[in-house]
T-cell receptor, first 113, second 114 residues
């Protein structure tokens, strides 16, 4: 079974719609991250959470919000989707120490029309 | 500003050829460096990482990377590639302070022809 899961795997939505991407992990890690991947730009950090009560903005948080419902769950919301948010979104987890490997989910491919 | 750059965006090699993918970083202090790989249709997974000590680090599947502080580089190498190495490769850096925040390079797509 996958350690980090993301739902949905693919989503098409329209401009202005609210959409939520969900991430769950069974690794027992405290830290969780949301990235977006765009061709030629690599992965960029949107938000990260060190525990349920510690949520921080990443490099490109504008237009996004997150919720850490439990240690195992970290959701990303687009309050009003726009076409330039079309991208591949990845969730990742890691242990609490620095220098730790991040474990990635399979990604959610989002298309905003 | 902190950054990680990969200069080779698309590399095409024949099987058995040697591979070297470039990665340069810009960080103010100490840095931890990683190489991740994304095989077609699969999750990103760690190939190798460097924190300190021996600057030559070995990873999975015969990959290695060398940290050269004077050149701000962390290039990925493999002596003989296989068709199964076809994937996208990402270099990433983490600044000091137990941040957990990774900055990724742009990625390099490697295509290995059988």
């Amino acid at each position: 079974d996958a350690d980090v899961t993301q739902t949905p795997r693919n989503r098409i939505t329209k401009t202005g719609k609210r959409i939520m991407l969900e991430c769950s992990q069974t690794k027992g890690h405290d830290r969780m991250y949301w990235y977006r991947q765009d061709p030629g730009l690599g992965l960029r950090l949107i938000y990260y959470s060190f525990d349920v009560k510690d949520i921080n903005k990443g490099e490109i948080s504008d237009g996004y919000s997150v919720s850490r419902q439990a240690q195992a769950k970290f959701s990303l919301s687009l309050e009003s989707a726009i076409p330039n948010q079309t991208a591949l979104y990845f969730c990742a987890t890691s242990e609490s120490r620095g220098q730790e490997t991040q474990y990635f989910g399979p990604g959610t491919r989002l298309l905003v029309l | 500003a902190q950054s990680v750059s990969q200069h080779n965006h698309h590399v095409i090699l024949s099987e058995a050829a040697s591979l070297e993918l470039g990665c340069n970083y810009s960080y103010g202090g100490t840095v931890n460096l990683f190489w991740y790989v994304q095989y077609p249709g699969q999750h990103l997974q760690l190939l190798l990482k460097y924190f300190s000590g021996d600057p030559l680090v070995k990873g999975i599947k015969g990959f290695e990377a060398e940290f050269i502080k004077s050149k701000f580089s962390f290039n990925l190498r493999k002596p003989s590639v296989q068709w199964s190495d076809t994937a996208e490769y990402f270099c990433a850096g983490e600044g000091s302070g137990n941040t957990g925040k990774l900055i990724f390079g742009q990625g390099t797509t490697l295509q290995v022809k059988p």
